[in-house]
């Protein structure tokens, strides 16, 4: 069955550092979405990538979407404490968009220290 | 406008057990989905509903049944509460399906 991986698990940083979570496919995707959870919080949509190759920039976070539509990734240039959180992709179940189902990484949760 | 909201925020069970997890939606959404969260694991869907009166299983079914009477509304029961489903419960719902989703609050559930 499709498989999503998350890495890595957790990153601690300095505020100021750059930060990169990586989510990959073991089957080609026709979109995936990208999730904030704070901690006690739910999860907040933060953007949907389409197509092969796809960029995407909201301030200091950078989306990727992989050419083969794999693999995506999440970049933050320099951190600040209130990217603390538990940052989530989540592709559709089996790859593409008919069932409506998605299927969420493990997750890779970012501490800043001040 | 509420969004999803989700009540009870918290509760603690007795193994063997039933309850309802409440689910309700102001957004005139179709998709309604549950997932539980467990450290370390990310989010699992239990069950979810592309509209009213249809449902179906997700990855992680066993234990919990749902109904969709209305638009708004989206019950999880358990029906005999088990350790093994201590978790947090989100819901989430969508305009259309691989659409941004708007979640809940969660509802902290314990088995003891």
């Known amino acids: 069955g499709q498989q999503v991986m998350q890495i890595p698990q957790y990153q601690h940083v300095q505020e100021g550092e750059d930060f990169t979570t990586y989510c990959n496919s073991s089957?080609?995707?026709?979109?995936i979405q990208w999730y904030k959870q704070r901690p006690g919080g739910h999860p907040v949509f933060l953007i949907q990538?389409?197509?092969?190759?796809e960029v995407k920039k909201q301030k200091r976070l950078t989306f990727q979407f992989g050419e083969a539509k794999k693999n995506s990734s999440l970049h933050i240039t320099a951190t600040q404490t209130t990217d603390v959180g538990t940052y989530f992709c989540?592709?559709?179940?089996?790859?593409?968009?008919?069932?409506?189902?998605?299927?969420f990484g493990q997750g890779t949760t970012l501490q800043v220290k001040p | 406008n509420a969004g999803v909201t989700q009540t009870p925020k918290f509760q603690v069970l007795k193994t063997g057990q039933s309850m309802t997890l409440q689910c309700a939606q102001d957004?005139?959404?179709?998709?309604m989905s549950w997932y539980r969260q467990d450290p370390g694991m990310g989010l699992r869907l239990i069950h979810y509903s592309v509209g009213a009166g249809i449902t179906d299983q997700g990855e992680v079914p066993n234990g919990y049944n749902v109904s969709r009477s209305t638009t708004e509304d989206f019950p999880l029961r358990l029906l005999s509460a088990a350790p093994s489903q201590t978790s947090v419960y989100f819901c989430?719902?969508?305009?259309?399906?691989?659409?941004?989703?708007?979640f809940g609050q969660g509802t902290r559930l314990t088995v003891v």
């Open positions: 990538l389409v197509k092969s190759g």
């Open positions: 089957t080609t995707l026709s979109n």
């Open positions: 957004m005139n959404h179709e998709y």
């Open positions: 989430a719902s969508s305009l259309v399906p691989n659409t941004e989703a708007f």
């Open positions: 989540a592709p559709p179940a089996g790859g593409s968009s008919n069932t409506g189902k998605l299927i």
